[in-house]
């Protein structure tokens, strides 16, 4: 069982930074991979990166290789997307997410899901 809490998201402007972090209850959080999504107005809810359990591989959309990093802190029960060189198409809800075994980028093989937190990127 893990619940899942975003923060940290807000408004910056483009070419700023930000930092999300998901912070997860339950004793087996170190058991499951974690995705980051996002979802915009009129868009359908898409991936942005994944971790897996142990932190060793990382994964990222295109759309933000090289600006987004992901990581975690097992002994934290908390999970980060470092957000660099925001851009407008940037503004979305993002949700953290966690899956049993490895990651994935499909939003439906998720297990569990937090609430989101609205990063709007101004121009």
């Known amino acids: 069982q893990v619940q899942l809490v975003e923060s940290g998201g807000g408004l910056v402007q483009a070419g700023g930074s930000l930092r999300l972090s998901c912070a997860a209850s339950?004793?087996?959080?170190?058991?499951?991979?974690m995705g980051w999504f996002r979802q915009a107005p009129g868009k359908e809810r898409e991936f942005v990166a994944a971790?897996?359990?142990?932190?060793?591989?990382?994964y990222y959309a295109d759309s933000v290789k090289g600006r987004f990093t992901v990581s975690r802190v097992n002994a934290k029960n908390t999970v980060y997307l470092q957000m660099n060189s925001l851009k407008p198409e940037d503004t979305a809800v993002y949700y953290c997410?966690?899956?049993?075994?490895?990651?994935?980028?499909?939003?439906?093989?998720?297990?569990?899901w937090g609430q989101g937190t609205q990063v709007t990127v101004s121009s």
């Open positions: 971790i897996t359990w142990s932190g060793s591989s990382s």
């Open positions: 997410a966690a899956v049993k075994g490895p990651g994935s980028r499909r939003y439906d093989e998720y297990d569990y």
């Open positions: 339950g004793r087996t959080f170190s058991s499951y991979a």
